[in-house]
């Protein structure tokens, strides 16, 4: 059997679970629009990316991430997407 690697390693995934209450109010707005939010691996890395029934106005990946700040990030990244009328797309450069 394969072994799976993660995006991140427990230890920082298990810190984005601390019973903290966190808002991802854009990545909410994204949902109740009927758009997605993907996480996964592209060419060996961690991306998440954003999408709604238009357009796919974020995809962010950074080295060594943890899994609750990559999420962090992809809220903030959606609403300066928003702000600015633009398409932030760090996957492909």
Known sequence: ???????????SLAGAFTGRVVAY??????LDDGGDITVGRVAGDCVAAA???YDCPVMVRKDGESFAALMRRLDRSIGKAWDNETIIDEVNG
């Open 1 to 11: 059997m394969r072994k799976l690697k993660s995006c991140t390693d427990h230890a």
């Open 51 to 53: 999408s709604t029934s």
């Open 25 to 30: 109010t854009n990545i909410e707005a994204i």
